[in-house]
Each structure stands twice: as C-alpha cells, then as structure tokens.
C-alpha cells in the first residue's frame, strides 16, 4: 500500500490520518479495514518503535480506538482485530497507553486530594495494612518515631484514631493471649 510505504519513507507526516477518522469511513468499517492495510504497509518499512512513535508525535495514539464505530470503541475490541490481523505490536501499544493515562489520571488525583489535605494518607496506610503491605509495627514505628517533621501534625492527626484502634487490637489480643 502506497501510504504506508509513504509514511515509512518519511514523505507523508503521520497526520494525514485523521482523515480516517471521519464518521461515514468509521461507520462502514472502511476506516479499520484501511488501518490495518497501511499500519501493514507502514511496518514492512518500519518498526513498530518508529510507527508508534510517529503516531505519538501526531497526538494519534490516543485516538486509535476512534477507528471504530462507538459501540465497538473498546480496548479488548482494537486488541483483537489488530492482533487477528497480524498487528500484535499495534495491539500491544494500545493496551500500554491506556494503562499509562489511567495511571496518570490516578496520581493527578491522588496529588490533587493529598495537597488538600484530605485524611487519604490514613485510607492508603489502612489499604496497606490489609494487603499485609505494611505489619502493625511498622505502623506504630513510624507514628511514634519515624514520621518526618514536615506534615507531622497533620500526619499524626490523620493516623491517631487507626493507631489507637491497632493499640487496642493488639491489647485485646495479648489478654486473650494470656487467657489461655
């Protein structure tokens, strides 16, 4: 396919593909179906490193799903037929820069609710003392001595109801323990 030989030399920049993105194409399927044929043509002259990158570069990577109908717009569904068609690096691709913008998305918010100052520190140590992530005395360590001094009283403030609940826990546990 001339395209694809044509981005791959070089010739044509990567964002002559928006035109496929227009809805009478997406809709009858031509749109996937040309993808697939020039992506082809495009990595016989390139790696996927250079595709991928050029697709970077023309702000397409976030819009490969857009080759499709909307109902069909999911990750598991571009996987598939690119994969089914020989594309596994396309597919592969994909599924990497989904992962990265929802961690990105995921730490914007989590820096957006620690600067203000929402009690998240206590939920994230509790989530770390369920998942077995952090031990008991790690946790009353760092709250009676380890603690840095920026934030302290905040830090201390935001812990103290789940320490004084892990004290207690531990308390109730050595008297059972002696109990028996």
């Known amino acids: 396919m001339l395209s694809g030989i044509l981005l791959g030399n070089g010739t044509l920049p990567a964002t002559i593909l928006t035109s496929l993105f227009t809805d009478s194409l997406v809709k009858e399927g031509i749109a996937a179906s040309f993808a697939v044929k020039l992506f082809k043509a495009w990595m016989a002259e390139k790696d996927a490193n250079s595709v991928t990158s050029s697709l970077r570069k023309a702000n397409l990577d976030k819009r490969l799903l857009e080759l499709f109908p909307v109902n069909r717009q999911s990750v598991d569904h571009f996987a598939k037929y690119f994969t089914d068609a020989g594309l596994k690096e396309l597919s592969d691709f994909l599924r990497v820069q989904q992962s990265l913008g ?53 830090f201390l403030d935001q812990m103290k109801k789940f320490v004084e609940w892990l004290q207690n826990a531990e308390e109730e546990s050595e008297s059972e323990g002696e109990e028996n």
Do not use: M
């Open 102 to 154: 929802t961690r990105k998305e995921l730490q914007k918010e989590l820096q957006e609710r620690l600067s203000q100052e929402c009690p998240i520190k206590e939920k994230i140590v509790v989530l770390f003392y369920k998942a077995d992530v952090l031990s008991e005395e790690a946790i009353l360590k760092w709250y009676k001595e380890a603690h840095v001094a920026k934030g302290k009283s905040v």
